[in-house]
């Protein structure tokens, strides 16, 4: 069994200054965490955090003492709702094991836990230091313990706790020069998914399995054909001619790489493929690279769930029905889960969203509504070209090396959007601040495993 532990990027932040006050002496907070469990993985997910205020404790720099009072209602609802309980605690002294102190703690307050919650599913304890870092273990309904395999923050960076050791390879040095030794490692331990293998995803794929992502997961549902072969990479006629799904072009494109990436392929489309999803659910990050609203409104509301980071990329080129063009814009979108979202930014409306269900669910009743004029915005087929197209990608992809590593100058909750206008010969970034907060999805951040299945009926 695989164990992991994922933070949501506002409960990292704000566990963090609880548990780091300035006065060099341990403090204490719960979290309510989802889960996700399935096929030898599980993993707790931080849904809610309570911060145990320190006049409840008896603190110290080397121990903190705390009432437990306060944490009966995540008792009450994990129970009811199959959810787990996380201590988290701080060493300011930086001590990266478990003290005899703690396991003393750990086995009083989880022998507790369990007698609450008759469920067979494991809770956590973990413990934070000053730069940060996070480690942990779970607890059985045995009282055994497991450290996590891996512990995980999407927020404004990327954070992942990993002690795993990869090989060196020999194409790699010039990424280690550029980013340095540990995010090369980390890239190599990464899984990462792109949902849509096309203009933009095409060449995400291509520049990911180059910096040397461990595993990518690439799902679409559709072949090759001749009118996207100005931008699809590493396509042929002989591959359109073949209807060859493009999932399957890429694979073989990558295998023939040889770069020591694991490719999982998809040919569906998400909304058909649990299996597909679940996949995804394991990912570090995901690039959703579709053109759909309700491809864009699934991948959001799966990253929210599982708190995976989730990178939108979208291309508009407008043309003037004369043979030129009258504007190109780009975008890519770093969604936090939990915060805003693609439709609190106005991305899409609610109608918008039904129009498009309606055409993937009920053709039919969709091009009726269509011609009484009762849908409007309908998905159609714009001009695209391979030299915008990788020029976003190549932007979506450095914003994943900035958060993992940081290089600009500017904090990356700057740059939460980053709007291209190519005609007009600018680059504009918004900061996650100036977006409306999405209620939805602070309310659901991290909930997991639920029925129905991300709260899509549909499903």
Request: proline share 3%; glycine share 8%; aromatic share 10%.
């Amino acid at each position: 069994m695989l164990y992991q532990l994922r933070i949501a990027g506002e409960h990292y932040k704000s566990l963090q200054q609880h548990l780091f006050p300035g006065d060099g002496k341990e403090a204490v907070a719960v979290a309510l965490c989802g889960r996700y469990e399935r096929d030898g993985v599980s993993i707790l997910l931080t849904h809610q955090i309570e911060l145990i205020p320190y006049d409840e404790c008896e603190r110290d720099p080397e121990f903190v003492h705390w009432k437990t009072q306060r944490i009966i209602p995540f008792l009450e609802r994990a129970e009811k709702e199959n959810l787990a309980i996380l201590k988290i605690h701080s060493h300011p002294g930086g001590y990266m094991q478990f003290s005899d102190t703690d396991d003393q703690s750990d086995g009083e307050l989880f022998q507790s836990v369990f007698g609450w919650c008759d469920h067979d599913g494991v809770h956590g304890s973990a413990v934070m230091v000053p730069d940060g870092q996070v480690f942990g273990r779970v607890f059985t309904p045995a009282m055994a313990t497991f450290a996590f395999d891996k512990i995980s923050v999407a927020g404004d960076s990327i954070r992942i706790f990993d002690n795993s050791t990869v090989e060196q390879d020999d194409f790699s040095i010039r990424t280690r020069q550029a980013f340095g030794e540990a995010t090369y490692n980390q890239l190599k331990k990464m899984k990462v998914g792109i949902v849509g293998c096309s203009g933009t995803g095409s060449p995400t794929i291509e520049q990911l399995v180059r910096l040397g992502v461990g595993t990518i997961v690439i799902v679409d549902p559709d072949t090759v054909e001749r009118k996207n072969l100005n931008r699809i990479l590493n396509t042929t006629k002989q591959d359109a001619d073949a209807s060859r799904f493009k999932t399957e072009v890429l694979a073989e494109t990558i295998h023939r790489m040889d770069l020591g990436t694991k490719v999982v392929t998809y040919s569906v489309n998400l909304y058909e493929s649990r299996e597909a999803m679940e996949e995804l659910i394991t990912c570090d990050v995901i690039y959703g690279c579709v053109d759909s609203v309700d491809g864009r409104h699934l991948i959001a509301q799966l990253t929210n769930f599982y708190l995976i980071p989730f990178f939108d990329l979208g291309v508009r080129l407008d043309a003037d029905g004369k043979g030129g063009i009258k504007g190109i814009t780009a975008s890519v979108h770093y969604i936090k889960p939990g915060c805003s979202t693609l439709f609190s930014r106005r991305l899409y409306t609610q109608e918008r969203l039904y129009s498009e269900n309606l055409k993937r669910q009920n053709p039919a009743d969709f091009e009726d509504q269509l011609k009484q004029g009762y849908v409007h915005n309908a998905n159609v087929d714009r001009p695209a070209v391979i030299s915008i197209n990788m020029q976003i990608s190549a932007m979506a992809v450095n914003e994943l090396l900035n958060r993992l590593h940081l290089f600009k100058d500017d904090d990356p909750e700057n740059y939460a959007k980053i709007t291209m206008d190519y005609t007009g010969g600018c680059i504009i970034n918004e900061a996650e601040s100036n977006f409306e907060q999405d209620v939805a999805a602070q309310k659901w951040v991290g909930r997991g495993d639920y029925k129905p299945f991300l709260r899509l009926t549909g499903l």
